[in-house]
């Protein structure tokens, strides 16, 4: 089945503090792909990234970085020193390529809160 | 390009009316997403088209619930009747392609039904 799992329902973190955002995802598919997408206060959703599952390189982008682990079916977020400006939801969503391929199903978030 | 276009941003009804909510894609994608979004539940994938054609509305929550896409550049999500547990933020997403590439979302209709 797919799923995704995001198990911090809510994290609070003080600004300049490091936090990371845990995601497990369960498939059946060996290709699959990995998103992580931003809803701030205003509403919208605001992509962040996409991972594909046959690349496993860590990325990052500024203060954002991203773990992906096949081995524990993880693709975890980590804002090194956090500003207020992240205060957010978080989701992380997955696609599969072979079962379900349209279909972009997402966890039920994890809201940060930073606070000054 | 102006982004999924979604109307209206807020609609307040009473139980029992009809509510349509709309949805104009980004021009040129193919696919075309509407989710719900409670506190509850998180983000909700109700029904979603490929080239106009519903392919999944296994997410649709009931038979009250229905979506058209009568052509590649508008959409609807019908609640016919409404009642109080549909509120929720309802969003429209749009992409070009399939699972790997990028979905775009518009700002949202928040429902609420007295």
């Known amino acids: 089945a797919q799923k995704v799992t995001q198990a911090q329902t809510e994290i609070s973190v003080v600004e300049k503090e490091d936090v990371t955002l845990d995601c497990v995802y369960e498939t059946r598919d060996t290709t699959y792909y990995l998103f992580w997408y931003k809803q701030p206060p205003s509403g919208e959703l605001v992509f962040l990234i996409r991972r594909n599952s046959f690349d496993e390189q860590n990325e990052i982008s500024g203060r954002y970085s991203w773990n992906f682990q096949k081995s524990t079916s993880s693709f975890n977020f980590t804002i090194t020193a956090s500003q207020v400006v992240d205060s957010a939801v978080y989701f992380c969503a997955l696609s599969e390529a072979v079962y379900n391929t349209d279909k972009l199903i997402f966890g039920t978030g994890t809201r940060l809160q930073v606070f000054p | 390009d102006a982004g999924v276009i979604q109307s209206p941003r807020h609609e307040v009804t009473e139980m029992g009316q009809e509510v349509t909510l709309r949805c104009k894609p980004i021009?040129?994608?193919?696919?075309l997403f509407w989710y719900r979004q409670t506190m509850m539940r998180g983000l909700e994938l109700l029904i979603y088209f490929n080239n106009n054609v519903p392919i999944d509305d296994s997410g649709m929550p009931e038979d009250r619930f229905s979506a058209k896409m009568p052509n590649a550049s508008f959409s609807t999500l019908k609640i016919q009747p409404s009642e109080p547990r549909d509120s929720a933020v309802y969003f429209c997403?749009?992409?070009?392609?399939?699972?790997?590439?990028?979905?775009?979302f518009g700002s949202g209709t928040q429902l609420s039904v007295l």
């Open positions: 021009s040129g994608h193919d696919y």
């Open positions: 997403a749009s992409r070009a392609g399939q699972g790997f590439s990028e979905l775009f």
